[in-house]
Every structure is written in structure tokens, then in C-alpha cells.
């Protein structure tokens, strides 16, 4: 039975405001008194609980989120009425969260938030609309260089204009914050929604415990454990590919960040987003000798490291994890394949993750769970270019 291993890392998510979409309409009204966004006068005798709205409470330190939040002189909530849309990749459970996550404040405000989420080509798509003079009013997006970019051709709005920049980098300061989307002059062009944890490594649960495999802690530690289950004949450790079609390489860079944060440094990292850094630095050539030494390994990687280029990311995860006829034609489950990606900054965790899933195993009689580990790797600082050789 292989045991494989299969990582997920860290991506920051950042919104930021288009110009030239103004489905919101015409300029907004000043606000004025004090009243509450969802005061409707007593709540009577009936003992039935009333729906508090989950919105922040004014003031919040922002002037036009406290107009949103504020009815006017005339009784009314001034945006009212209003519609504002926002590209997403989120579908499914993710899209209905953010949904759900917006719920409240458009009910508070009476402004129709329009997601429009897409699955696939997210980032080509909303790259076309903006061009075309035609984007959404908000989108997501998860490269913090490309927001960058976006705001250094006037494409995306500055929202230190209107919101308080200071309160916003101390809102958004610590690692994944405002400052890495802002411009050479104080421009901020996005600001951070979320964070999403990725840089966990998965593994077969029973499958370690059947060859009495520990979990690693290290990078070192796991560099022993994939030669090792080379070694034993007990497949091939990791399952990588990188095809998903218009976004094709993801992973890789994936990769290539997460190392490059833990090698060279916060700082080495900063650097490098804006391209002050540039890719055959002697800080990127290392990391992407780290990544190679397990990826092009002869037997480390499933079907061989040229199938990284070949299978998708969906169809390597349904071969990894598929049941196999033994030589005794006894059906048993492969494990779901997992040592792969070690990302962002779950590599500073020596610890393994409590978090435990089923496979994705096409058997309908038996399944084998997964649970994540986070590898630490050393840092290295600066290293010469003659030891970083791609």
C-alpha cells in the first residue's frame, strides 16, 4: 500500500474596490442623528426573541461605514436601495458562507450585495472585465501583487482617501495586513477579508500506523521519511501535480512561497511580491532547490515527476486515493494520498493538526482517514548563489 502524502497553505484573500463599476449609483447623501440601523420601535409584550442585526456597532472608526450604519435626518438609511457586486471564487459552502457572512449588514443597511462567484478562471475573467471598462464594483483576490498592480494603473480605488489609513494598517498590520497592498506613497488598495490555511501536509492515518511511520516535525525529518518509504517499497511518498487549466501551476508557486517564507525570511519575502527581488535571486534559486529535491527524485513522486505536468490536481487526488487490485486480487484500499506541500505559515508549526478527514476513495465498503502535519524548515538567510543552482 503506498503511502502518499498530500499538503494544502496559507493565501491571503484581499477585496478591493474597482473604478469605473458605479452600480451604487449616484453620490451618497450626508449622514445625519444618531438613530440605530434596525430600531423599529418596541418590541412589545411577546416573550419571542427579536433578531439582532450582527453588525458592527457606530461609530467604528470609519466615516462611511458609519454613514451606512446611520438612518438619516429624513428617518432613512441613506444607501438604501442601493446594489454593489462583488466577483468571487467562492462556490458552494464557501460562496453561501460569504453570503451568509453579509447577510446582516445588507439587511441593516438595505444595500443588495450581489456576489457573482466563479469557479473557474476567476482571475483571467475579472482581468478581461476591468480592461473592458466593465468590472464588478468589488473582487477578491488572492495575489497581493496583482492588487498592486491593479492600483498602480488607477484600475482599483485608493480607500485610504476615504478611510482612515492609519486605523486601517493598524486594523490589517500584522502579517497578512494592508501593507501588502499599498502603494510607493501610502496608497492602500485592497484590504485583507481573510486568511485561509493551507500549509498542512496530509497523510494516511492507518497506513503510518500499519509501517509504524512517525509523523515528521521537520523538514529534515520528512526528507528521511520520504526515503524511507522509497526504501521499505512502499510506493511512492508523494502525490503532486500541477494542471488545472487556465490556472495551471498554482501549486507550484504555492510551493515555491511557502519555502521561500520559511528559508529567506518575512522580510527576503516582501521583497520579492512587488518584484524588488527578483526570480534567480539566490534566495528563490534555493527554495526552488529545496522544492526539486523532493519533487524530481527518482520514485518520490506517483507515476513519476513528468506526470506533475500531466494529471490535474482533481484527477491526481482520485488516483492517489483509488482502491487497487492486490496480487491476490484481494481489493484494498490505496491510501489517500498525502506527504506533499509543506506552505505559508503553517511551516513554523512542529505540531501535528487535529484535523481528520475520510479519503476520497472510490471503495463503497471501506475508507481511511486522513489527518495534516506542518513540517518546520530551517531558515537560511542569503544563501550564494553557487550553492542555489537550479
Known amino acids: 500500500m503506498a503511502k502518499r ?28 442623528g444618531s438613530g ?9 409584550a411577546s416573550a419571542t426573541p427579536v433578531h439582532v442585526p450582527a453588525v458592527p456597532t457606530v461609530p467604528t472608526g470609519y466615516a462611511e461605514l458609519d454613514q451606512a450604519l446611520t438612518k438619516g435626518a429624513d428617518g432613512k438609511m441613506p444607501f438604501a436601495g442601493k446594489a454593489v457586486t462583488i466577483q ?19 439587511k441593516a443597511t438595505g444595500i443588495a450585495i450581489k456576489q457573482n462567484s466563479i469557479a473557474s478562471q476567476h482571475e483571467v475573467l475579472l482581468k ?22 491593479y492600483g498602480s494603473r488607477g484600475q482599483t480605488l485608493d480607500v485610504s482617501k476615504f478611510m482612515d489609513p492609519a486605523k486601517l494598517n493598524s486594523d490589517f498590520g500584522a502579517g497578512f495586513g494592508a501593507k501588502l497592498v499599498s502603494g510607493p506613497n501610502g496608497e492602500i488598495y485592497g484590504i485583507p477579508y481573510k ?28 526528507k528521511a521519511l520520504s526515503a524511507k518509504i522509497v526504501a521499505d517499497g512502499a510506493g511512492s511518498p508523494w502525490c503532486v501535480a500541477i494542471l488545472d487549466g487556465a490556472a495551471t501551476g498554482w501549486i507550484a508557486t504555492d510551493w515555491v512561497e511557502d519555502v521561500m517564507l520559511r528559508t529567506a525570511g518575512i522580510d527576503k519575502y516582501n521583497q520579492w511580491i512587488p518584484g524588488q527581488l527578483k526570480f534567480d535571486s539566490p534566495e528563490v534559486r534555493h527554495a526552488l532547490d529545496v522544492i526539486g529535491e523532493e ?9 513519476g515527476y513528468k506526470s506533475i505536468t500531466r494529471r490535474t490536481v482533481s484527477k491526481r487526488w482520485t488516483e492517489c486515493s483509488r482502491p487497487t487490485a492486490a496480487i491476490t486480487g484481494t481489493r484494498k484500499p490505496r491510501s489517500a494520498g498525502c506527504i506533499a506541500r509543506p506552505r505559508g505559515s503553517g511551516l513554523t508549526s512542529s505540531r501535528t493538526s487535529v484535523r481528520e478527514r475520510p479519503s476520497r476513495s472510490t471503495s463503497s465498503v471501506r475508507t481511511s482517514a486522513c489527518s495534516t502535519f506542518r513540517p518546520s524548515i530551517p531558515h537560511r538567510a542569503s544563501p550564494p548563489l553557487a550553492q542555489a543552482t537550479l
Do not use: H, R
Open 195 to 222: 486568511v485561509d490555511v493551507k500549509s498542512t501536509v496530509w497523510y494516511p492515518i492507518k497506513a503510518f500506523a500499519a509501517a509504524g511511520y512517525k509523523v515528521p516535525t521537520t523538514w529534515d525529518e520528512l
Open 36 to 44: 440605530s440601523p434596525n430600531a423599529s420601535g418596541s418590541a412589545g
Open 128 to 149: 478581461a472585465a476591468i480592461e473592458a471598462g466593465t468590472p464588478p464594483d468589488l473582487a477578491t483576490l488572492a495575489q497581493p501583487s496583482s492588487v498592486v498592480q
Open 295 to 303: 519533487w524530481f527524485t527518482d520514485k518520490y513522486v506517483y507515476n
Open 88 to 106: 468571487t471564487q467562492w462556490i458552494q459552502g464557501e460562496g453561501a458562507n460569504f453570503d451568509a457572512t453579509v447577510a446582516d449588514f445588507a
Open 5 to 32: 502524502l498530500w499538503s494544502s497553505g496559507v493565501i491571503a484573500v484581499v477585496v478591493m474596490i474597482l473604478v469605473g463599476a458605479c452600480s451604487t449609483g449616484s453620490a451618497t447623501p450626508k449622514p445625519g
